[in-house]
C-alpha cells in the first residue's frame, strides 16, 4: 500500500488516531483527548475539549523556539512600488500591539471585527491580532463596493471595522472610506468603531469621518498609545472567523470556521499536500479576502513556521508579465500558488515566457493552482515553460484547504491533465446520480463527500443552521453537497468540471449570478432578466446578461448596457466584470417558470445542447439561438 492510499485508510477506518495524532503537531493550552464529536450530526465538531489560540500557533511558538529571527512576512508591492519584511518577532510585536489596540477599544472574545483592506501587511496584522484575543475576523474583498459591505456587516454585526484609506489598482486608485462611509449608513448594525491605516498614496483619513455614526481613529496613532495584549486561549471548536462567499440568492453566505479543527487541518496541509517546512519560502498569489489567503497566504505558511509572500499587485502589468519570476527570484520562493486565471494572463501577455529569461526561479520546485479548474492548455503550457510539477487541486471556501489534491509531501503522485488527482485524506469524494444514487467509474455526476467532513471545514454557516442544512446536507442525506459536478476515473482520479449550481467563478472569483440579476432587474425599463457565466479565454468565465424589456419601453441597447454596468460596478463592485449585456424577446423557462440558464450558457458558449422536455416555448430558445448565433 502506498504512503498515500495508508494516510487515506486510516483517516476514514480510526479518524480519531489519525487527526488526534496529527493535531501533535499543533500547541495546545488543553490538548484534546478526543477528535470527533459527532453529537450534533449531521453537523460535527472537532477536538471538543482542546483549547488553544490561533495566533500563537502562527507566531509566538516560533518565536518562543528561538527561530524570532526568522523572516515571517515578505510585503511586496509592484502598485507602490514598496517591499518591507517582517521577521517572526517583529510580526509578533505588530499582532500584539494591534491586538491591544483592539482590546483597547472594547473588543473581547466571541465579538466580530471586519477586515476591508487591500493587499497590505496590516491586513494580515489585523487578522491575527483578532485570533489573538479570541475576536472573530469577517474579511470582506476590498473589490465589492459599499452594498456588498453593508450586506455582510448586517449579518456578522460587528464591533470595530478595520479599514484602509484605499487600494492600489493599475491606472487608479480605489478610496475605501467613502465606501466604508456610504456602507455604515446603508447597514442597520454599524460598527462603534472604525480603525484606518492612512496609506499616504491614497487620499482619505480618519481625520476627515469625524462626524460619522461611527467613532473613526487612525491605526498609527491607536498603535503609538496601546501595549502588546497577551493571547487569550479560546475552545478548539470556537469560531476564528467567518468569510462571506456566493451562494446561488443574493444573500453571502457567512462560513464558519474553527479555531482546533483549522489549525490542525492546514498544519497538515503545508507538510503533506505542499512539501513546505519552517523556513521555507512560500508564496501565495491570491487576496486575502478569498479563502485562498486566509488559508494559505496568513494562517497555513505562519503555522509551519515558513516565511510567507504577501504580493499587491497583478501577474501581467504590474510592471509585466514577469512580475511573478522577480518575486520568485528576489524572494527564493520554494512553491507559488495561483489561479489558473493568472497563467492564462502570464501567457497571453509573453506567449513565449520571453520574461522568464531574465530571472532565476532555480528555487521554485513547485506551482501549485485553484481556484477554478486548471484547463489541460494551460497546464501544458506552465508545464513546458516552468519545467516544473504544474499541480491542480481542488477546493472551497466552505472546506477551507484541498478536497482533491496531488500530495507533494506525501506520496508525489503521476499528473494528469484536467485532474486535481484523488481526495485528500479525510475527504470520501463520492459521484451520485440526481437520485443520490453512485454512478459507476468515468460517468459524470454531483460530487458529493461523505460525512462527516475532515477537521479545518465550515462548521456552520453564522447563524443560519437551517440554511447551512439546506444548502449543503439535505439534498444527499449523509453527504455533503458541494456544489460541483464532475466524475472518477478508473485510477481514482477526480475531475472537476463546473459548478451544478447559479454560482459563477470569474478570474478565480466566485460570484453569484442571483446578486447581479437583482441589480439588473432593478432597472426601471427591465421586465426581467438572467445572468449566466459564459466561456471567456482568459478569466475562464465571464457574467453575460440578458435582458427582456418592459412592454412599451424603448432604449437605445448601447445606453442601457452602460447604465446596466455603471449600476453592477457600483452596487456589487468592480470585481463583478459584468460588460455584456443583449437585449431578448423572451427567456427560455421551463412550465414551472425556472429560467434555462443552463441552456442559455450552453447556446452562448456554442455547446451542444439538448432542450429540457419541461421547456415552456420551443420557439423562444430558438429565437435565442438564431439571435446569439449558435
Ligand atoms: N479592489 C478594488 N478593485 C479591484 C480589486 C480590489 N482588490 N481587485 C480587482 N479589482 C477590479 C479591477 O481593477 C478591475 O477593474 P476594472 O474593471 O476597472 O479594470 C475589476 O475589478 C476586475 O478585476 P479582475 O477580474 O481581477 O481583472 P483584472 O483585469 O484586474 O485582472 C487577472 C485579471 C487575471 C490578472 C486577475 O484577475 C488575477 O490575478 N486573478 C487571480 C485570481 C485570484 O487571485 N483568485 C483568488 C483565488 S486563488
Ligand atoms: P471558492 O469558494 O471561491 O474557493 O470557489 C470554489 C469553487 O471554485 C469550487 O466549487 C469550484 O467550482 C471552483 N474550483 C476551485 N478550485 C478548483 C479546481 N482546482 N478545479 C475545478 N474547480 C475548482
Given at each position: 500500500?502506498?504512503?498515500?492510499e495508508?494516510?487515506?485508510?486510516?483517516?476514514?477506518e480510526?479518524?480519531?488516531?489519525f487527526?488526534l495524532?496529527?493535531?501533535?503537531?499543533v500547541d495546545?493550552?488543553?490538548?484534546?483527548t478526543?477528535?470527533?464529536?459527532?453529537t450534533?450530526?449531521p453537523?460535527y465538531r472537532?477536538?471538543?475539549?482542546?483549547?488553544l489560540?490561533?495566533?500563537?500557533?502562527?507566531?509566538?511558538?516560533?518565536?518562543?523556539a528561538?527561530a524570532?529571527?526568522?523572516t515571517?512576512?515578505?510585503?511586496d508591492s509592484?502598485m507602490?512600488?514598496?517591499?518591507?519584511t517582517?521577521?517572526?518577532?517583529?510580526?509578533?510585536?505588530e499582532v500584539?500591539t494591534?491586538?491591544?489596540v483592539?482590546?483597547?477599544q472594547g473588543?473581547?472574545?466571541g465579538d466580530?471585527?471586519?477586515?476591508?483592506?487591500?493587499?497590505?501587511?496590516e491586513?494580515?496584522?489585523?487578522?491575527?491580532?483578532c485570533a489573538?484575543?479570541?475576536?472573530?475576523?469577517s474579511?470582506?474583498?476590498?473589490g465589492?463596493?459599499a452594498?456588498?459591505l453593508?450586506?455582510?456587516?448586517?449579518?456578522?454585526?460587528?464591533?470595530?471595522?478595520?479599514?484602509?484609506?484605499?487600494?492600489?489598482e493599475?491606472?487608479r486608485?480605489?478610496?475605501?472610506?467613502p465606501?466604508?462611509?456610504?456602507?455604515?449608513?446603508?447597514?442597520?448594525?454599524?460598527?462603534?468603531t472604525?480603525?484606518?491605516?492612512?496609506?499616504?498614496?491614497?487620499?482619505?483619513?480618519?481625520?476627515?469621518y469625524?462626524?460619522?455614526?461611527?467613532?473613526?481613529?487612525?491605526?498609527?496613532?491607536?498603535?503609538?498609545?496601546?501595549?502588546p495584549?497577551?493571547?487569550v486561549s479560546?475552545?478548539a471548536?470556537?469560531?476564528?472567523y467567518?468569510?462571506?462567499?456566493?451562494g446561488?440568492?443574493?444573500k453571502?453566505?457567512?462560513?464558519?470556521?474553527?479555531n482546533?479543527g483549522h489549525?490542525?487541518?492546514?498544519?497538515?496541509?503545508?507538510?503533506?499536500i505542499?512539501?513546505?517546512?519552517?523556513?521555507?519560502?512560500?508564496?501565495?498569489?491570491?487576496?486575502?479576502?478569498?479563502?485562498?489567503g486566509?488559508?494559505?497566504?496568513?494562517?497555513?505558511p505562519?503555522?509551519a513556521?515558513?516565511?510567507?509572500?504577501?504580493?499587491?499587485?497583478?501577474?501581467?502589468g504590474?510592471?509585466?508579465?514577469?512580475?511573478f519570476w522577480?518575486?520568485?527570484?528576489?524572494?527564493n520562493?520554494?512553491?507559488l500558488?495561483t489561479?489558473?486565471?493568472?497563467?492564462?494572463?502570464?501567457?497571453?501577455?509573453?506567449?513565449d515566457a520571453e520574461?522568464?529569461?531574465?530571472?532565476s526561479?532555480?528555487?521554485?520546485?513547485?506551482?501549485?493552482?485553484?481556484?477554478?479548474r486548471?484547463?489541460?492548455d494551460?497546464?501544458e503550457?506552465?508545464s513546458?515553460?516552468?519545467?516544473?510539477?504544474?499541480?491542480?487541486h481542488?477546493?472551497?471556501?466552505?472546506t477551507?484547504?484541498?478536497?482533491?489534491?496531488?500530495?507533494r509531501?506525501?506520496?508525489p503522485?503521476?499528473?494528469k491533465?484536467?485532474?486535481?488527482?484523488?481526495?485528500?485524506p479525510?475527504?470520501?469524494?463520492?459521484?451520485?446520480d440526481?437520485?443520490g444514487?453512485?454512478?459507476?467509474?468515468?460517468t459524470?455526476?454531483?460530487?458529493v463527500?461523505?460525512?462527516?467532513?475532515?477537521p479545518?471545514?465550515?462548521t456552520?454557516?453564522?447563524q443560519?443552521?437551517d440554511?447551512?442544512?439546506?444548502?449543503?446536507l439535505d439534498?444527499?442525506?449523509?453527504?455533503?453537497?458541494t456544489?460541483d459536478?464532475g466524475?472518477v476515473?478508473?485510477?481514482?482520479?477526480v475531475?472537476?468540471?463546473?459548478?451544478?449550481?447559479?454560482?459563477i467563478?470569474v478570474a478565480?472569483h466566485?460570484?453569484?449570478?442571483g446578486?447581479?440579476?437583482?441589480?439588473?432587474?432593478s432597472?426601471?425599463?427591465?421586465?426581467e432578466?438572467?445572468?449566466?457565466?459564459?466561456?471567456?479565454?482568459?478569466k475562464?468565465?465571464?457574467?453575460?446578461?440578458?435582458?427582456?424589456?418592459?412592454?412599451?419601453?424603448?432604449i437605445?441597447?448601447e445606453?442601457l448596457r452602460?447604465?446596466?454596468?455603471?449600476m453592477?460596478?457600483?452596487?456589487?463592485?468592480?470585481v463583478?466584470?459584468?460588460?455584456?449585456?443583449t437585449?431578448?424577446q423572451?427567456?427560455p423557462k421551463?412550465?414551472?417558470?425556472k429560467?434555462?440558464r443552463?441552456?442559455?450558457?450552453q447556446?452562448a458558449?456554442?455547446?451542444?445542447?439538448?432542450?429540457?422536455s419541461?421547456?415552456?416555448?420551443?420557439?423562444?430558445?430558438?429565437?435565442?439561438?438564431?439571435?446569439?448565433?449558435?
Amino acid at each position: 500500500m502506498s504512503s498515500y492510499e495508508e494516510a487515506f485508510r486510516q483517516s476514514v477506518e480510526d479518524p480519531e488516531s489519525f487527526w488526534l495524532e496529527a493535531a501533535k503537531a499543533v500547541d495546545w493550552d488543553t490538548a484534546p483527548t478526543r477528535a470527533l464529536d459527532d453529537t450534533q450530526a449531521p453537523s460535527y465538531r472537532w477536538f471538543p475539549d482542546g483549547a488553544l489560540n490561533t495566533s500563537v500557533n502562527a507566531l509566538d511558538r516560533h518565536v518562543a523556539a528561538g527561530a524570532g529571527d526568522r523572516t515571517a512576512l515578505i510585503w511586496d508591492s509592484a502598485m507602490v512600488p514598496a517591499k518591507k519584511t517582517y521577521t517572526y518577532a517583529e510580526l509578533l510585536d505588530e499582532v500584539a500591539t494591534f491586538a491591544g489596540v483592539l482590546r483597547d477599544q472594547g473588543v473581547v472574545a466571541g465579538d466580530r471585527v471586519i477586515i476591508y483592506m487591500p493587499m497590505i501587511s496590516e491586513a494580515a496584522i489585523a487578522m491575527l491580532a483578532c485570533a489573538r484575543i479570541g475576536a472573530v475576523h469577517s474579511v470582506v474583498f476590498g473589490g465589492f463596493a459599499a452594498k456588498e459591505l453593508a450586506t455582510r456587516i448586517d449579518d456578522a454585526r460587528p464591533v470595530v471595522l478595520v479599514t484602509a484609506s484605499g487600494g492600489l489598482e493599475p491606472g487608479r486608485t480605489v478610496e475605501y472610506l467613502p465606501m466604508v462611509e456610504a456602507a455604515l449608513g446603508l447597514t442597520k448594525t454599524p460598527p462603534h468603531t472604525v480603525i484606518v491605516k492612512d496609506r499616504e498614496q491614497i487620499p482619505g483619513s480618519a481625520a476627515d469621518y469625524k462626524a460619522s455614526t461611527a467613532a473613526w481613529f487612525d491605526w498609527d496613532e491607536l498603535v503609538a498609545d496601546s501595549s502588546p495584549a497577551e493571547p487569550v486561549s479560546v475552545a478548539a471548536t470556537d469560531p476564528l472567523y467567518i468569510l462571506y462567499t456566493s451562494g446561488t440568492t443574493g444573500k453571502p453566505k457567512g462560513v464558519v470556521r474553527d479555531n482546533g479543527g483549522h489549525a490542525v487541518a492546514l498544519t497538515w496541509s503545508m507538510r503533506n499536500i505542499y512539501d513546505i517546512d519552517a523556513g521555507d519560502v512560500w508564496w501565495t498569489a491570491s487576496d486575502v479576502g478569498w479563502v485562498v489567503g486566509h488559508s494559505y497566504i496568513v494562517y497555513g505558511p505562519l503555522m509551519a513556521g515558513a516565511t510567507t509572500v504577501l504580493y499587491e499587485g497583478k501577474p501581467v502589468g504590474t510592471p509585466d508579465a514577469g512580475a511573478f519570476w522577480r518575486i520568485i527570484s528576489e524572494n527564493n520562493v520554494k512553491a507559488l500558488f495561483t489561479a489558473p486565471t493568472a497563467i492564462r494572463a502570464v501567457r497571453k501577455a509573453d506567449p513565449d515566457a520571453e520574461e522568464l529569461t531574465k530571472y532565476s526561479i532555480d528555487t521554485l520546485e513547485t506551482l501549485f493552482a485553484a481556484g477554478e479548474r486548471l484547463d489541460p492548455d494551460t497546464y501544458e503550457w506552465a508545464s513546458r515553460v516552468l519545467e516544473r510539477p504544474v499541480v491542480d487541486h481542488w477546493w472551497q471556501t466552505e472546506t477551507g484547504w484541498a478536497i482533491a489534491a496531488n500530495l507533494r509531501g506525501l506520496d508525489p503522485m503521476p499528473l494528469k491533465a484536467g485532474s486535481p488527482t484523488v481526495p485528500v485524506p479525510g475527504y470520501r469524494v463520492e459521484i451520485v446520480d440526481a437520485h443520490g444514487d453512485l454512478v459507476k467509474a468515468n460517468t459524470e455526476g454531483n460530487i458529493v463527500v461523505r460525512l462527516p467532513l475532515p477537521p479545518g471545514t465550515l462548521t456552520g454557516l453564522w447563524q443560519d443552521e437551517d440554511r447551512f442544512r439546506r444548502s449543503y446536507l439535505d439534498t444527499f442525506p449523509g453527504y455533503y453537497l458541494t456544489g460541483d459536478s464532475g466524475y472518477v476515473d478508473e485510477d481514482g482520479y477526480v475531475f472537476v468540471l463546473g459548478r451544478s449550481d447559479d454560482v459563477i467563478n470569474v478570474a478565480g472569483h466566485r460570484l453569484s449570478t442571483g446578486t447581479m440579476e437583482a441589480v439588473v432587474a432593478s432597472h426601471p425599463a427591465v421586465a426581467e432578466c438572467a445572468v449566466v457565466g459564459i466561456r471567456d479565454e482568459i478569466k475562464g468565465q465571464r457574467p453575460s446578461g440578458y435582458v427582456v424589456l418592459k412592454a412599451g419601453v424603448e432604449i437605445d441597447p448601447e445606453t442601457l448596457r452602460q447604465e446596466l454596468v455603471a449600476m453592477v460596478r457600483d452596487q456589487i463592485g468592480a470585481v463583478a466584470t459584468f460588460r455584456d449585456v443583449t437585449v431578448v424577446q423572451a427567456l427560455p423557462k421551463t412550465r414551472s417558470g425556472k429560467i434555462l440558464r443552463k441552456t442559455m450558457r450552453q447556446i452562448a458558449d456554442n455547446e451542444q445542447y439538448t432542450v429540457p422536455s419541461t421547456i415552456e416555448d420551443p420557439a423562444v430558445l430558438e429565437a435565442l439561438r438564431a439571435q446569439l448565433g449558435g
